[in-house]
């Protein structure tokens, strides 16, 4: 019983590969790589969360408490093993309003049910349409990212001026900083030619953090951000009332921040998958993802998702296993409680230097190799995506790159339709239409026929099309209409059994043939009006 239980749990875990055995058989090595893979994720969340904090408008405590806590629960229970989730900029943005009207409580209250919303996405399993996002928009996507990530390190190149105001370093501080990142860049890319014991990131980080120390340079570091240093989260109910204006107030806010975190968090999913080749579990990181926000919520956390950057620096370094993002959130709180005095001596130059090599690890080189080989609209759609990604946001970037994707797939696709016709000896006309026909192809579809001219008997095949929705439906009607008017006999051929249910005046035209197709139409049609509704 007691080897069953064991059995059953390991494979809960996983540890990525999806067998029971791996939680025993895991070699030492395999440990060590995984645990250095976190720390190494974790020392680079750092500056990140307290960037993000900043943004948001709230204590930096807040968004490290973030960061642990949505990281281990992701790490645990997450679709993917490897990702690494925490507080991000994505969310910071949409949050700094909301605590600058109505304060940080209604903030916790809000995160909490962001986490509900997205559990409930989970549930309906809605992580599945992420499918619907084309590979251009993947790609601009990945793009747009990689430049949001560098130039959210360019900020580390400001000090504070006279006036409290930041200004750009100049002279020495400059050149100095400049050296440090190329210094670091240059180890990380070193490091894996001459082993593979410690992660090159990790390598690099503590090299230069060495040399600033030891030489005592005079650089930012960590500390100049904030202090890292404090207590365990503790439990705490938001203190709003509970009514209905309250949800009024949050309601529209956890909207948006669970669709911007399931977006990012599931974008995530697929690029690590594509890496570590993985598939499935969006769903479970759905959930994953609101169970970690949720739980944020109640213990002054402000939420978070799901992060590329540091998500490829744990892939990278190396970290394949839920043991590594375990170990990520875990290193976190232990910098919050007992090391924060030793990290806040890391020189921010060294963690710029470890994001810049992530931003030359992500974005796709290869989209710009393959511009003149794909079609226009492909090219378009990528530089779209990465232009909103970088000026307004991830989330309205994909959703304008899918809508952008759906109209030109639509438009192509109304552009197909046409007819080829012939005449029979009996003098029938008979046209045989060729391609789909909804709402876009309708208009052609129309122009293809002349009634006027068209013979007393009409033959229209449907063999080779297909009647999409509700507007080729009614096109259908209105040209039976149209023969109806000049005493003439049309004839409807190879529609599928739900059109025959669908059309009102044009049923009776259909003739039955034993290779009707089978396809349904999304839509629902009401007998006492005859009116076509939306689908079901």
């Known amino acids: ?13 996983s540890f990525g590969t999806g067998k029971a055995s791996d939680l025993t058989v895991m070699s030492a090595g395999r440990i060590k790589t995984e645990i250095l893979s976190g720390l190494t994720v974790a020392l680079a969340l750092v500056p990140e969360a307290v960037a993000f904090s900043f943004v948001a408008g709230v204590h930096p405590l807040v968004g490290l408490y973030a960061a642990f806590i949505v990281g281990l629960i992701t790490a645990l229970i997450g679709g993917r093993p490897g990702m690494i989730s925490g507080a991000t900029g994505a969310l910071a943005v949409v949050m700094v309003s909301l605590v600058a009207i109505h304060g940080i409580e209604y ?28 590979h251009p928009v993947m790609l601009g996507f990945v793009n747009g990212l990689a430049i949001v990530i560098f130039l959210a390190q360019l900020t580390q190149f400001q000090i504070p001026g ?14 100095t900083m400049l050296g440090l990142v190329a210094l670091t860049m240059a180890i990380i890319w070193l490091a894996p030619k001459i082993t593979s014991v ?22 930012p570091r960590v500390g100049d951000l904030a202090s890292i240093k404090g207590g365990l989260p503790l439990f705490h109910i938001p203190m709003v009332p509970l009514n209905i204006e309250t949800l009024e107030i949050i309601f529209p806010f956890a909207l948006i921040l669970a669709a911007i975190g399931l977006i990012e968090s599931l974008l995530t999913l697929n690029l690590v998958g594509e890496i570590t080749g993985k598939r499935g ?5 759905c959930i994953a993802q609101g169970v970690s926000n949720t739980v944020t919520g109640f213990f002054g956390g402000m939420g978070g998702c799901a992060m590329i950057g540091q998500s490829m620096i744990n892939v990278k370094s190396g970290g394949r296993t839920r043991l590594s993002g375990i170990a990520a959130a875990l290193f976190l709180l232990a910098f919050i409680l007992v090391a924060s005095g030793m990290i806040e001596q890391i020189p921010l130059a060294a963690l710029v230097g470890v994001m810049f090599m992530v931003v030359v690890g992500t974005f796709a080189w290869q989209s710009l190799t393959i511009i003149r080989r794909i079609p226009l609209t492909d090219v378009l759609v990528m530089g779209l995506v990465t232009v909103v990604t970088v000026m307004s946001d991830l989330a309205i970037a994909v959703v304008v790159g899918v809508i952008v994707s759906a109209l030109a797939y639509a438009w192509n696709n109304a552009a197909r339709i046409h007819a080829i016709t012939q005449s029979t000896p009996e003098g029938t006309k008979v046209y045989q239409i060729e391609g789909p026909l909804f709402f876009g192809s309708v208009h052609g579809f129309t122009e293809i026929f002349h009634p006027d001219d068209d013979p007393d008997q009409i033959i229209v095949d449907f063999l080779n099309s297909r009647v999409v929705d509700q507007s080729a439906l009614q096109a259908i009607e209105a040209l039976a209409l149209k023969y109806e008017a000049l005493g003439k006999t049309l004839h409807l051929r190879h529609l599928s059994p739900d059109c025959h249910q669908l059309l009102k005046r044009a049923g009776q035209l259909m003739e039955d043939s034993d290779d009707d197709p089978d396809y349904a139409l999304a839509v629902d049609y009401s007998v006492k009006t005859g009116i076509l509704g939306g689908g079901h």
């Open 1 to 13: 019983m007691k080897k069953l239980l064991f059995s059953a749990f390991a494979e809960r875990l």
């Open 107 to 134: 903030l916790f209250a809000t995160v909490v049910l962001m986490g509900v919303l997205q559990v409930l996405a989970g549930i309906f399993h809605l992580g599945k349409f992420i499918r619907l996002v084309p």
């Open 162 to 175: 006279p006036d409290g105001i930041k200004i750009w370093m100049t002279g020495w501080p400059l050149v």
């Open 198 to 219: 410690i992660p090159a990131p990790l390598a690099g980080i503590g090299i230069v953090a060495a040399i600033v120390i030891f030489f005592g340079i005079d650089v």
């Open 281 to 285: 579990g969006a769903s479970q990181e």
